[in-house]
Each structure stands twice: as structure tokens, then as C-alpha cells.
Antibody
Framework: EVQLVESGGGLVQPGGSLRLSCAASGFTFSSYFMIWVRQAPGKGLEWVANIKPDGSGENYVDSVKGRFTISRDNGKNSLYLQMNSLRVEDTAIYYC???????????WGQGTLVTVSS | QTVVTQEPSLTVSPGGTVTLTCASSTGAVTSGFHPNWFQQKPGQAPRALIYNTSNKHSWTPARFSGSLLGGKAALTVSGVQPEDEAEYYCLLYYDSAYIWVFGGGTKLIVL
């Protein structure tokens, strides 16, 4: 059974940092793109970033470029999102999902809440 | 900035048919945008329905279908069930920037 479990969310002050993790199981992690998607309270979904199966390339939405870094450890079946210089508008539930071919997000985790507030 | 536009809300009667659309600010949506569609119910994570315009996941009910219609991506629900009431999101790929962009979502009301 495919499982994606996010962790690391919490309350952080503006300008602070946080590192999210996603533990994957039930599939060959190293064969899939991995993706972070976020959803601000009461708002729609926003694609944040993805990373190639071998970790050789990443892509980001403009609003997080230079502040967020997506990475993965295929030996640990884990995906990460390092978030620096956090802003109030980064407050959201962050979901981990996977992609393959032109399917960008078949299985999803339950998400982890990040709150940026003073 | 690229904007993907969906109908804010649609209302359909049980047993009816409804089509949700997904437009790009850059022009006509083609197969090269590889449209994906997702369903999300309150308090739940999104659930994937359609990928690459019209392909269904193994769990996607047969009443859901994807297509291209009049320069937009489209999701058609035939024989709507009460449990289909949810928010629906499309997702498009922009190969010029190697990024994906979600639409704003359509709230489907079954009444």
C-alpha cells in the first residue's frame, strides 16, 4: 500500500525557517518524481515544487524560488522541503505527492500545517 | 503570471451531467499541457481522478471523463451522484518553465 506521511509543520515567526519531511513507503521511491503542493486556509491548491527521481533537477513556483529547497534521500525513501525566509503568506497545509509520466500527483499524504505568524 | 481559470461553482441535479472546464491565460489548452484533474472534499487531501487529459486512475469511477473542449481542458461527470459534491481542481503543465499550475477550483453542488 502506497503511503506518504508528512511531518515537520508548526508555528514559526516571519523570517524563520522550517524543514518538512515526507516518509514514503509501499512503492519504489527512486522511480518517481516527488512533489510538494500547498493549500492556504480556505484557499485552493498551489503546486510548489518537484524533484526528479534521481534528485538531479528541481523546479519551483516563482513565489518560493530562492527561499525553498526541495530535496530527497532515496536511501531513506524520504522527501524534504527546506523553507527559509518564511512569510505570513506561506501559511498553509503542505502536501507531499508523487508523479510519474504525466500523472502529477496520484497518491497524497494527509498534509502538515505550517503557520507563519508573530 | 500564468493564470488557470475554472468556473467558481456549478450546480447539477443528481443523475444529471455536468462539464467543468479549465482555461489557460496563455491561450488554448492542448494535449501538451497534460491536464490532470483532482477532487477534494472538506477536511481531506485531494484525490486524483484524471491524468494526461483523459486517462483514469484505477480508482476513478467510470462516470468521470476528461477531454479537450473548445480550447480548454474539460472534466465531465455523467450520472452525478450526491457524493460527487466537492471541489474540483485542474492542473496544467507549462513546459516553458517546467512548472505545473493549478486552477482556482470549481465547487460542484449536487442539488
Amino acid at each position: 500500500e502506497v503511503q506518504l506521511v508528512e511531518s515537520g509543520g508548526g508555528l514559526v515567526q516571519p523570517g524563520g525557517s522550517l524543514r518538512l519531511s515526507c516518509a514514503a513507503s509501499g512503492f519504489t521511491f527512486s522511480s518517481y518524481f516527488m512533489i510538494w503542493v500547498r493549500q492556504a486556509p480556505g484557499k485552493g491548491l498551489e503546486w510548489v515544487a518537484n524533484i526528479k527521481p534521481d534528485g538531479s533537477g528541481e523546479n519551483y513556483v516563482d513565489s518560493v524560488k530562492g527561499r525553498f529547497t526541495i530535496s530527497r534521500d532515496n536511501g531513506k525513501n524520504s522527501l524534504y522541503l527546506q523553507m527559509n525566509s518564511l512569510r505570513v503568506e506561506d501559511t498553509a497545509i503542505y502536501y507531499c505527492t508523487r508523479g510519474q509520466g504525466w500523472s502529477e500527483g496520484d497518491y497524497w499524504g494527509q498534509g502538515t500545517l505550517v503557520t507563519v505568524s508573530s | 503570471q500564468t493564470v488557470v481559470t475554472q468556473e467558481p461553482s456549478l450546480t447539477v441535479s443528481p443523475g444529471g451531467t455536468v462539464t467543468l472546464t479549465c482555461a489557460s491565460s496563455t491561450g488554448a489548452v492542448t494535449s501538451g499541457f497534460h491536464p490532470n484533474w483532482f477532487q477534494q472534499k472538506p477536511g481531506q487531501a485531494p484525490r486524483a481522478l484524471i491524468y494526461n487529459t483523459s486517462n483514469k486512475h484505477s480508482w476513478t469511477p467510470a462516470r468521470f471523463s476528461g477531454s479537450l473542449l473548445g480550447g480548454k481542458a474539460a472534466l465531465t461527470v455523467s450520472g452525478v451522484q450526491p457524493e460527487d459534491e466537492a471541489e474540483y481542481y485542474c492542473l496544467l503543465y507549462y513546459d516553458s518553465a517546467y512548472i505545473w499550475v493549478f486552477g482556482g477550483g470549481t465547487k460542484l453542488i449536487v442539488l
